[in-house]
């Protein structure tokens, strides 16, 4: 996929490919890894999230698709 497409991509859903789990190690700051987090979520929308640490603001919480 050209990287100009990127952008256009549709989300996945679960009944394509099953379950989807998106493993992160922390959530405290909207900084590198929380902005690809963001990207992935929005790919796979229905994936459930699963995080070792959360005390990710509640006012920043959208990003994660809820």
Do not use: N
């Amino acid at each position: 996929m050209a990287p100009t497409e990127i952008g256009r991509l549709p989300s996945r859903r679960a009944d394509e490919f099953g379950r989807v789990a998106v493993v992160h190690e922390w959530l405290t700051t909207y900084a590198g890894s929380e902005r690809v987090l963001e990207q992935i979520l929005k790919i796979w929308s229905e994936a459930d999230l699963f995080c070792v640490v959360d005390f990710f603001p509640d006012a920043q919480r959208s990003i994660l698709q809820g």
